[in-house]
């Protein structure tokens, strides 16, 4: 139920035709006085108006970043330019990066809300009652909606923070891009290497084929030794197959996370892929306190929080009256002998709702105390996290300690039975087998190598250095 309460009105204009009607009954020795009280009123809200329409008016080349031109074909992209080029035209960046666009668009809509919105209506009346004293046969009405200005106000701040909630969300999904493309400049370095082992291993796999068959030739071999070395020879060739197109895989990620043109070739530059990636980052000088402060999630609780206590003081504003304005002509269907513009304030109370709006406040001040509980449930996971990845990647440090060791074992072994071989102590089938060996277990220090920086990489992304070493939230405000 809604009770309409009208607070003021009266005339701004003498009779423009100049008839001999009779005189308007105004509030005698006021005339002067309202007709200037609605001169202003009329000017103020003019002047609102273009002000509101200033404010309100879209900062042009504010919202994005510089646009970078993609390098020409061939060209070699380092992480360095691929973080460029990713955080320009990313599919997965731009994507979020749109929400900033649409927050920033409610904003604009709520500075305008500012000025309540003004609706101009008009009548013309072909045929009217006969009689005298009938005024002009049309109608002129200027009137607005119910105008709450504390909720306007309220609600105009809490679009400024739902944005900067978009712009957090925007940099957590910049800082996991940005993790997985150093992964896939991770894989491309490690897979590269791991095709120049795998030719190794063909060699050697060939060399043991061509011995086998040299012994069968002489006969001291036989045909069994022969089968076996071809099918270690076409294990080695599908293990080669495998990694090319491991490869291939991970160069069509790098192209889909980089949003790169398909009729351009990429050619990234992924040598030395652990320094352009981790660069000089050490997992042991990161605190859990700093990781927290940084964190764009926990960043996000706060900013809700404040976004929720608006929520409050909203739901409390909808329980205020709201304001009603009006101006208009006098009804044609009305005998009058006066014509002008009359102005009229009013008010709209709520009286009866269900206590709807009350449970509102209440319902508000709930969800208020869910946010807090829901950001010491996420300070609880990240922490499980952070000493999770910790673990891993001291384990991952082991293993890669221990895959080196026995590299570094089965190197000197080989040279051991290198020499053996040359002075004629044992075959060359030994000194094969010992080179295989070499080759394998540098294939299981890649293998851990790269383990371990993903895990580190992973590491940094939690502890949100990566997104603030390539980006900067301040550039997104406005």
Request: net charge positive; hydrophobic share 35%.
């Amino acid at each position: 139920m809604i009770a309409r309460l009208t607070g003021f009105s009266g005339n701004a204009m003498v009779d423009p035709a100049g008839t001999g009607r009779s005189p308007r009954l105004t509030l005698s020795g006021y005339a002067p006085w309202i007709a200037a009280t609605q001169t202003c009123l009329i000017i103020a809200m003019l002047t609102m108006a273009g002000g509101a329409m200033c404010w309100c008016r879209p900062a042009q080349g504010a919202d994005q970043p510089p646009v970078i031109q993609t390098p020409l074909s061939h060209t070699p992209l380092s992480f360095e330019e691929a973080v460029r080029i990713a955080l320009t035209q990313s599919p997965t960046f731009t994507r979020s990066s749109l929400e900033i666009d649409v927050g920033r668009l409610d904003e604009t809509d709520s500075r305008y809300a500012m000025v309540p919105p003004l609706t101009f209506r008009t009548y013309y009346y072909v045929n009217r009652p006969s009689g005298v004293n009938y005024g002009k046969p049309y109608s002129l009405n200027f009137s607005t909606e119910p105008y709450n200005p504390i909720g306007a106000y309220f609600t105009l701040q809490a679009r400024k923070l739902a944005t900067q909630m978009a712009i957090l969300t925007h940099m957590a999904t910049i800082s996991k891009g940005l993790m997985n493309l150093g992964s896939s400049y991770l894989q491309l370095d490690a897979l590269h290497r791991q095709t120049g082992i795998q030719k190794d291993l063909i060699k050697v796999a060939q060399e043991q084929l061509t011995y086998a068959e040299n012994r069968v030739a002489i006969g001291t071999g036989t045909s069994l030794e022969v089968k076996m070395a071809q099918q270690q020879l076409q294990l080695t060739r599908g293990e080669q197959e495998g990694v090319a197109l491991a490869e291939k895989r991970a160069l069509a990620n790098l192209r889909n996370l980089l949003g790169w043109p398909p009729d351009q070739n990429l050619t990234p530059v992924f040598y030395d892929s652990r320094r352009q990636v981790l660069g000089s980052f050490n997992p042991a000088t990161i605190t859990l306190e700093q990781a927290k402060t940084r964190s764009y999630e926990l960043k996000g609780f706060e900013i809700y929080k404040q976004l929720q206590q608006y929520n409050i003081h909203l739901a409390i504003a909808k329980s205020l009256p709201t304001i009603i304005y009006t101006a208009q002509t006098p009804d044609p269907l009305s005998q009058s002998s006066s014509y002008g513009l009359y102005v009229g304030f009013g008010l709209e109370i709520p009286v009866w709702d269900g206590f709807t709006r009350i449970r509102n406040v209440s319902r508000q001040k709930a969800l208020l105390k869910q946010v807090g509980a829901k950001k010491g449930e996420k300070e609880n996971l990240l922490e499980d996290k952070w000493f999770d990845i910790l673990e891993k990647i001291q384990a991952n440090s082991v293993a890669l300690k221990n895959a080196q060791s026995l590299e570094e074992l089965a190197r000197l072994k080989s040279q051991q039975q290198e020499v053996r071989y040359h002075s004629g102590e044992v075959p060359l089938a030994a000194f094969l087998d010992s080179r295989n060996e070499v080759l394998r277990a540098k294939q299981n220090t890649l293998k851990r190598g790269l383990d371990y920086d993903l895990s580190v990489l992973m590491f940094r992304e939690l502890t949100g250095d990566l997104g603030n070493t390539y980006v900067d939230a301040s550039t997104w405000q406005k």
